[in-house]
Nanobody
Framework: QVQLVESGGGLVQAGGSLRLSCAAS????????MAWYRQAPGKQRVLVAH???????NYADSVKGRFTISRDNAKNTVYLQMNSLKPEDTAVYYC???????????????WGQGTQVTVSS
């Protein structure tokens, strides 16, 4: 089982920036796609951005041009640089990864515990 631990959330004023990090740990695994999701109060969890092991990225329309996802494969870590933050970006941000493990058939998924991002107007 892969464990994901997020960090970097907090309170920021509109127009400010934050950088989220998510580190994966475990043994005998190979992470494929890593992603960030977010869930605002009373709303469903939605995809913010994802990045493949080869570095291909995809973003939700609402964050294009403001957020950048990146990863360090050697450290099994994914980042989300968030610039020009808006109050509507306020949510709990979750890290997600899909991976394969030695001796286990099929793709497995893991979620982090979430980190709160609050943007004040």
């Amino acid at each position: 089982q892969v464990q994901l631990v997020e960090s970097g959330g907090g309170l920021v004023q509109a127009g400010g920036s934050l950088r989220l990090s998510c580190a994966a740990s475990g043994s005998n695994f190979n992470i494929r796609t890593m992603a960030w999701y977010r869930q605002a109060p009373g709303k469903q969890r939605v995809l913010v951005a994802h990045i493949t092991s080869g570095g291909s990225t995809n973003y939700a329309d609402s964050v294009k041009g403001r957020f950048t996802i990146s990863r360090d494969n050697a450290k099994n870590t994914v980042y989300l640089q968030m610039n020009s933050l808006k109050p509507e970006d306020t949510a709990v941000y979750y890290c997600n990864a899909d991976y394969v493990s030695s001796g286990v058939i099929g793709v497995r998924y893991s979620w982090g515990q979430g980190t709160q991002v609050t943007v004040s107007s």
